[in-house]
C-alpha cells in the first residue's frame, strides 16, 4: 500500500510551484491542480471524502491555508502570503531564499 502524501510533503513543492509563477501568486485551485500532477495521489489519498466532492489529497493542500495561524505552518513563518480576496497564495522572499538554500 503506498504511504499516503502529509500535509508537511507539500510545502517545498507549492512553493516550487508559486515560483515559477508571474508574481508568484497562484490559486488554491490551480495549486490543488499543480501538486495532484506532481504527486499522482492514490490509495486513501485519491479516494472523495465521504459527504463531500473532494479528495483527502485536495484537502491536505487546503489545509495548508486554513492552518496558516498555527505556529509552524509555512504561511506563520513568513515562506508565503495567504490572499483570501483572490483565493491564493504569493511566495515571499524568505520562501524563495529557502528554495535557494534547499536547491542551490
Known amino acids: 500500500m503506498p504511504e499516503r502524501v502529509r500535509e508537511g510533503d507539500l510545502v517545498v513543492p507549492a512553493l516550487r510551484v508559486m515560483s515559477e509563477r508571474p508574481n508568484g501568486f497562484i490559486t488554491t485551485a490551480d495549486l490543488i491542480a499543480e501538486l495532484e500532477h506532481i504527486f499522482q495521489p492514490s490509495g486513501k489519498?485519491?479516494?472523495?471524502?465521504?459527504?463531500?466532492?473532494?479528495?483527502?489529497?485536495?484537502?491536505?493542500?487546503?489545509?495548508?491555508?486554513?492552518?496558516?495561524?498555527?505556529?509552524?505552518?509555512?504561511?506563520?513563518?513568513?515562506?508565503?502570503?495567504?490572499?483570501?480576496?483572490?483565493?491564493?497564495?504569493?511566495?515571499?522572499?524568505?520562501?524563495?531564499?529557502?528554495?535557494?538554500?534547499?536547491?542551490?
Open 45 to 104: 489519498d485519491a479516494e472523495i471524502i465521504p459527504g463531500r466532492s473532494d479528495t483527502f489529497f485536495s484537502q491536505k493542500v487546503r489545509n495548508l491555508i486554513s492552518h496558516r495561524n498555527n505556529q509552524n505552518s509555512f504561511i506563520s513563518n513568513g515562506y508565503a502570503d495567504y490572499d483570501d480576496v483572490r483565493e491564493g497564495l504569493t511566495i515571499t522572499d524568505n520562501g524563495r531564499g529557502l528554495l535557494q538554500q534547499l536547491h542551490g
